[in-house]
């Protein structure tokens, strides 16, 4: 009975010390064994029960194949198959294929790819949902990286004393429609995301970022019922892609720095005085303007945007295997696009987060 009782124990302890081995691991130990039919040799080699090395062996096709075929990360310890493999491949491939280009890619971006490729396939109930992806990516080593790229960072507007005692006394007798802001932004119009899906291990090179960069004035009043046309100002006065064109969606200057100066923003107030509408006009702090606190969140949402606008075309012209570069012409356009698409909503919501 002691020497039963003995050798329970000592099964209790093989079995607490046994490990879940990687894929990598269990391709070895099967292709060992394939070179070298001496268990016992391999058994000693990696440490593992005969028991063990039997249930990997059972398994040797379905090894073999999630090895060759990347159908799982060689990393991973359990061997599970995806609800839709011919996406899921499709995808994984299709992933591979635009970062080897370099370009940057978001989840959501993803996500739509998944399901434009599972209606490809027939697939009519897929849904790429984010249970799905979150398993794709754990399945296939994909993980979000930062490439450097253009700060966004927003003021917190945290109520200070200006805020709590002079502001009020500002904005008696306006209303918030007659209440308005705006405020000059850097935009790299050619920069794409400055993080991207990758895979693990995968070196995130931006490669050489452009510092094509344009400036524009972005207005609205407070409750988001009036957004300004926006102004542009780029670097070359008469650029030769706006040749031939009589009409552009804003207002375009031009300086050798692509910056706001005196001269341009007191034509834009005078130009806005035209209206003859009494107005409460708020501009940010800037050399060429007087000071006071912006509404930087309003202008976050218009980059967001405008980059994923510029993502999106580069990947069209990727599939479509055309010319992924854009131009000055082009980044406006997008910037006028990207400025339609920010709701009345979301600027009303910036006003109040910055105290008004």
């Known amino acids: 009975i002691c020497n039963l009782l003995f050798n329970s124990h000592q099964l209790l302890v093989m079995a607490s010390k046994r490990k879940a081995r990687t894929l990598e691991t269990k391709y070895q130990i099967v292709t060992a064994v394939d070179a070298n039919k001496q268990y016992k040799k391999q058994i000693a080699k990696f440490g593992i029960s005969p028991s063990s090395l039997s249930t990997i062996l059972k398994s040797k096709d379905k090894i073999l194949e999630a090895y060759h075929f990347s159908d799982f990360n060689s990393a991973h310890k359990k061997l599970r198959t995806a609800d839709y493999k011919d996406v899921e491949n499709a995808l994984f491939e299709w992933f591979k294929s635009v970062r080897d280009e370099n370009i940057p890619l978001s989840g959501p971006m993803l996500a739509i790819k998944a399901d434009e490729l599972a209606k490809k396939l027939g697939h009519a109930d897929f849904s790429a949902s984010q249970s799905w992806m979150e398993r794709f990516k754990h399945r296939r080593g994909i993980v979000c990286r930062t490439v450097c790229g253009e700060s966004e960072s927003v003021n917190s507007n945290i109520l200070d004393d200006y805020v709590t005692t002079k502001l009020p006394s500002l904005l008696i007798g306006y209303q918030p429609r007659d209440i308005f802001n705006i405020d000059e932004t850097g935009l790299f119009y050619k920069l794409l995301l400055n993080r991207t899906l990758a895979l693990k291990g995968e070196e995130c090179h931006g490669g050489k970022h452009s510092k094509e960069r344009i400036?524009?004035?972005?207005?609205?009043?407070?409750?988001?019922?009036?957004?300004?046309?926006?102004?542009?100002?780029?670097?070359?006065?008469?650029?030769?892609?706006?040749?031939?064109?009589?009409?552009?969606?804003?207002?375009?200057?031009?300086?050798?720095?692509?910056?706001?100066?005196?001269?341009?923003?007191?034509?834009?107030?005078?130009?806005?005085?035209?209206?003859?509408?009494?107005?409460?006009?708020?501009?940010?702090?800037?050399?060429?303007?007087?000071?006071?606190d912006n509404l930087q969140a309003t202008i976050k949402c218009l980059k967001q945007h405008y980059r994923r606008q510029l993502i999106q075309h580069v990947l069209n012209c990727f599939e479509r295997k055309q010319d992924t570069a854009i131009n000055l012409h082009q980044g406006i356009t997008s910037a006028h696009s990207a400025w339609r698409k920010v709701s009345s909503k979301r600027i009303s919501a910036c006003f109040r987060k910055a105290g008004f």
């Open 215 to 292: 400036t524009p004035l972005v207005g609205s009043n407070m409750d988001g019922s009036e957004k300004l046309k926006l102004l542009v100002i780029g670097k070359a006065k008469q650029p030769k892609c706006f040749k031939g064109m009589k009409v552009l969606p804003v207002d375009y200057e031009g300086n050798t720095k692509a910056w706001m100066t005196g001269d341009i923003f007191k034509d834009q107030v005078i130009k806005f005085n035209r209206q003859k509408h009494k107005v409460l006009l708020f501009v940010d702090n800037c050399p060429a303007h007087p000071h006071i």
